[in-house]
Structures are given as structure tokens and as C-alpha cells.
């Protein structure tokens, strides 16, 4: 592998393979040879899904140099609670082969692993903990001197634009397997516009976010459970605290996998809506304002909607965004989203109600 010379590890690799289940890049573990046996995570960035990856990690090195700063500030352990880029032997942020990739690297973090699915509300609250310090902690850091590195990103109205284009185009005949699902897509546009509408009135801050807050991108210490690093930062950006909330309550707010074929099983799980809303809010330490805080459950419902569209799209132009392991995975994927949504609208004064009890704690 040509960029395993890039970068100096300390000590030639013995092992280099697979590691993770991203839908996006490619991941890989190294293993060093003794005596020092290190492991570091060695990640070939989607060429795909980002375009300008010297601004990728522009960001990622700007927002984990900060992040370093703090935690040691705080007397906390900056090996284990912030990613930290590995140069390259030229020092680099990252490595392009010969053929164009882009790789970067970090050490591994020790005795601290993801889960993918929130098997206990203890968990899904220290991941919300977890994602409300990561805003926290960035309070401060100039947002809007950072790249946005997939344009119009959660722009909700976009992506439903986008969505048209693909159910008029139907370049592979798809549309008639999905006319549910674009016309529900279809009937929530005014919905589409509603946080970005508040941001322009000026009533949402820009923040740095996450942008990918599922459960997945927080390792959690094997000792003590807690979150301890926030993980995957390439959609680290400027945008809307209650997007990464509503990111995290999509995600992980039910007991079904996000690609469930049995639509009856999918539902919103209001005790986990509940925990995480209290654990993020908890996190954040008192800097989101009033009317963020108004607007989570919008970030809750327009996250869910946004990702429903996105994989909807996908699947009309041909599955060529999400990594799929069958055919109609991103069919599935999208109605579960929605599946979410009409919950939440059903929801939605319950949904109000328990985030009001929680900010007035």
C-alpha cells in the first residue's frame, strides 16, 4: 500500500486490514512491529463524497489543535479525549497517492470502543454528553472561517431540490417502486426550509458541528463508559447545534437498524429522546440559547426528513453515494427515516414538552 510509506509510524507496520463499517471512506488499522506494537488508524478519504480534501483537513487539524489546547487547559488526557493528525513524513496534514487518493492518519485510542446501535439509555446518554462538550468545548473557535466542505450540506430545501431533479431524471427506471416515499418527501416542503429560515432571522448562531453525530462516531472508555473522543470530523463545519442534536436522535432514538426492512418495528423510542435531550444539554454546559434549545425537536424532525431524502435520492440515481451490501438497501434506509418523521409529527407536543422540562433543570 503506497501510503503506509507516507507517514512514519514509529516502527515498520506487521499488519495492515480492514477496520470499521463506515458507508464512506476507507479505514484501515496498522499494527507496528515490536517492541513498541502501535496501532494507528490509517483512513483513505471518499474522493466521492469530498472533493477538497485539503480542506477537509484543514478543518480537521484547525478544530483537533483546538480541541488539544482545551483539554489540556482542563487538565484532561489529549491523547485520549481529541483526534490528533498524524503528519506525514514530509509534514503534511495528508498523503496523496499516485493516483489521486487522499490519506490521513491518527494514532489509535486505546482501551475505548464505538457500538453501533444504543443498547442501553446509559449509553445513548454518555453519547450525548459526549457531542454536547464537543460543542462546548468549540464555543468559542470562529466558525465561520472554516470550510464548508460539502456545500449546502443540511440545507434541507436543497436536498429536497435535489431529490426532484433525480424522481424527474429516474435514470434507472426506479421511481415507481418509491412513488410513497417521494410523494411524502414531497408534501413536507415548507417543512424543509424551517431552520434555515430561523438562522437567517438571526435567531440560530453558527456553530461548529459535528454534522454525523451518530453513535457510532463517539468511542466510549471501556472503564468508565463515558464518552471519551469524538470521532469522524471530515463534515466538521460551520452549521446548527440542532443538527448534530437532531443527527443523534434520528440515529439513535429507536431499536431497529437504520436499513429495517418491517416498517412495523420502527418506531421513536420518546425514554431515549428523553435521556439524550437531558445528557446533551448537560454537555453543552449552559451555552446554547433559548431559542436553540426551541428548535431541537426541529432538529430532530428535519434531520431524520433530510437523511430520508438523501438516501431516497441515492437509491433513484443508483446507489452511488451510500456503500450498499443489497439491492433496495437505501430504499429501506430512506423509509425507516420516514417512517421516523411521521413519529415525531405525531409526537411532536410530547416531543416539546420533554425538552422544555429538561432545559428548565
Not at 440515481?317 to 417512517?339: C, I, K, M, S
Amino acid at each position: 500500500m503506497e501510503a503506509l510509506g507516507a507517514f512514519d509510524f514509529g516502527a515498520p507496520a506487521a499488519d495492515v486490514s480492514r477496520f470499521g463499517r463506515g458507508h464512506v471512506n476507507d479505514t484501515f488499522c496498522v499494527r507496528t512491529l515490536p517492541p513498541g506494537e502501535e496501532r494507528f488508524i490509517l483512513q483513505r478519504i471518499s474522493s466521492a463524497a469530498f472533493k477538497r480534501p485539503d480542506q477537509v483537513m484543514a478543518n480537521v487539524i484547525g478544530v483537533t489543535e483546538y480541541l488539544g489546547e482545551k483539554i489540556r487547559a482542563a487538565g484532561g488526557d489529549r491523547s485520549r479525549e481529541a483526534l490528533e493528525v498524524l503528519r506525514t513524513r514530509s509534514g503534511a496534514g495528508y498523503y496523496s497517492d499516485s493516483r489521486g487518493g487522499a490519506w490521513r492518519a491518527f494514532p489509535f485510542i486505546r482501551n475505548a470502543h464505538s457500538f453501533h446501535s444504543a443498547r442501553t439509555p446509559e449509553l445513548f446518554a454518555a453519547s450525548g454528553r459526549a457531542f454536547g462538550r464537543f460543542q462546548r468545548l468549540l464555543d468559542g473557535y470562529p466558525a465561520e472561517t472554516m470550510y464548508e466542505t460539502i456545500p449546502r450540506f443540511h440545507d434541507t430545501a436543497d436536498r429536497l431540490a435535489k431529490l426532484k431533479a433525480a424522481a424527474a431524471a429516474d435514470p434507472l427506471g426506479r421511481a415507481g417502486d418509491c412513488a410513497a416515499e417521494i410523494a411524502f418527501a414531497f408534501e413536507r416542503e415548507e417543512d424543509c426550509s424551517v431552520a434555515l429560515d430561523a438562522r437567517r432571522r438571526g435567531e440560530l448562531p453558527l456553530r461548529v458541528t459535528h454534522n454525523d453525530t451518530k453513535l457510532d462516531n463517539v468511542l466510549f472508555d471501556e472503564r468508565t463508559g463515558e464518552g471519551v473522543c469524538v470521532i469522524d470530523l471530515d463534515t466538521v463545519m460551520p452549521g446548527l447545534a440542532i443538527n448534530d442534536f437532531g443527527d443523534s436522535i434520528r440515529f439513535g432514538a429507536n431499536h431497529c437498524a437504520e436499513d429495517e426492512r418491517d416498517q412495523s418495528k420502527v418506531r421513536l423510542d420518546v425514554e431515549l429522546f428523553s435521556v439524550y435531550t437531558s445528557a446533551f444539554l448537560e454537555g453543552t454546559g449552559g451555552i446554547l440559547t433559548p431559542a436553540e434549545i426551541g428548535y431541537l425537536p426541529w432538529g430532530a424532525r428535519l434531520m431524520t426528513l433530510e437523511c430520508g431524502i438523501r438516501f431516497l435520492t441515492d437509491y433513484l440515481e443508483g446507489d452511488v453515494y451510500f456503500h450498499t451490501d443489497r439491492p433496495g438497501q437505501n430504499l429501506d434506509r430512506a423509509r425507516t427515516q420516514f417512517t421516523l418523521v411521521r413519529d415525531m409529527e405525531a409526537r411532536w407536543e410530547e416531543l416539546s414538552a420533554i425538552v422544555r422540562a429538561a432545559a428548565d433543570r
